[in-house]
């Protein structure tokens, strides 16, 4: 592929981002993120965060996502923290407050497209938990399927992510480059955060169980949409 056509198709993936992170409609910013996901496969390029981050001189970006829940209990927390985790990205959580209503939230922050896929795949998983009923269980025992589904997904993501890595030596020296443009911009933004601790009660071993069995089928193949990928080639 010549020069001129690469950088037009990466002012084009440049673009659909742009359109993703500025839109308010989830419907569009995922369609961006999908269209664009596309572009990359279909034209087999593995871009470096200088192709898609020299925005405004900006590297790093954030991106929130609310949870969907009252509070972050502790499912929320650790299906969040597991897809951070597989999409080499940082999460803070945070509670802001529209007409008087706490909204929990999760804020992602790393580099592109990373960052935009870890968004787009909390807001498709956690929307599965949430949606999962069951009149035979207690609340309590539905927030420990939670636990389980999250947990097993979480596991499947980092799992796949872990040998993506590991394949050239050039993914390798691309994760330890993202590695660092995360850290030092959360050191010079966000430099006095504080860790917390995620309470875990007292799991009913069967409610978690079948949690863990409905993470280990749930599609990981369709985290944006019915129809798209979030990795590209990842399947269930």
Same mark, same amino acid.
């Given at each position: 592929?010549?020069?001129?056509?690469?950088?037009?198709?990466?002012?084009?993936?440049?673009?659909? +981002?742009?359109?993703?992170?500025?839109?308010?409609? #989830?419907?569009?910013?995922?369609? %961006?993120?999908?269209?664009?996901?596309?572009?990359?496969?279909? +034209?087999? &390029?593995?871009?470096?965060?200088?192709?898609?981050q020299?925005?405004?001189?900006?590297k790093?970006?954030?991106?929130? #996502?609310?949870?969907?829940?009252?509070?972050?209990?502790?499912?929320?927390?650790i299906?969040?923290?597991?897809? %951070?985790? @597989?999409?080499?990205?940082?999460?803070i /959580?945070?509670?802001?407050?529209?007409?008087?209503?706490?909204?929990? +939230?999760?804020?992602?922050?790393?580099?592109?497209?990373?960052?935009?896929?870890a968004?787009?795949?909390?807001? +498709?998983?956690?929307?599965? @938990?949430?949606?999962?009923?069951?009149?035979?269980k207690?609340?309590?025992?539905?927030?420990?399927w939670?636990?389980? /589904? @999250?947990?097993?997904?979480?596991?499947?993501?980092?799992?796949y992510?872990?040998?993506?890595? #590991?394949?050239?030596? #050039?993914?390798? %020296?691309?994760?330890?480059?993202?590695?660092?443009?995360?850290?030092?911009?959360?050191?010079?933004?966000?430099?006095?955060?504080?860790?917390?601790?995620? /309470?875990?009660?007292? &799991?009913?071993?069967? %409610?978690?169980?079948?949690?863990? &069995?409905?993470?280990?089928?749930?599609?990981?193949?369709?985290?944006?949409?019915? @129809?798209?990928?979030?990795?590209?080639? &990842?399947?269930a």
């Amino acid at each position: 592929m010549d020069t001129e056509k690469r950088n037009k198709i990466i002012e084009k993936v440049r673009k659909l +981002y742009a359109l993703a992170e500025g839109t308010d409609s #989830q419907e569009e910013a995922e369609s %961006a993120v999908l269209m664009a996901q596309s572009i990359l496969h279909e +034209y087999n &390029l593995t871009l470096t965060e200088a192709d898609l981050q020299e925005k405004d001189g900006k590297k790093c970006f954030e991106h929130v #996502q609310d949870t969907g829940t009252r509070h972050h209990s502790a499912w929320v927390a650790i299906l969040a923290n597991n897809i %951070a985790d @597989a999409f080499d990205s940082k999460i803070i /959580f945070g509670t802001r407050y529209i007409n008087n209503k706490k909204i929990p +939230y999760i804020r992602f922050i790393g580099v592109e497209p990373d960052v935009s896929l870890a968004t787009h795949t909390f807001y +498709y998983l956690s929307g599965v @938990a949430i949606r999962h009923k069951d009149r035979n269980k207690t609340s309590s025992q539905l927030n420990h399927w939670k636990i389980g /589904f @999250a947990d097993a997904v979480g596991r499947r993501l980092i799992a796949y992510a872990n040998t993506k890595k #590991q394949e050239t030596p #050039q993914t390798t %020296a691309l994760v330890i480059c993202k590695d660092e443009i995360v850290s030092d911009y959360m050191s010079k933004n966000h430099p006095n955060l504080r860790q917390s601790k995620v /309470f875990m009660p007292n &799991l009913d071993a069967m %409610a978690y169980k079948e949690g863990i &069995l409905a993470g280990e089928k749930v599609p990981l193949s369709r985290p944006i949409n019915e @129809a798209g990928t979030c990795f590209g080639s &990842l399947t269930a």
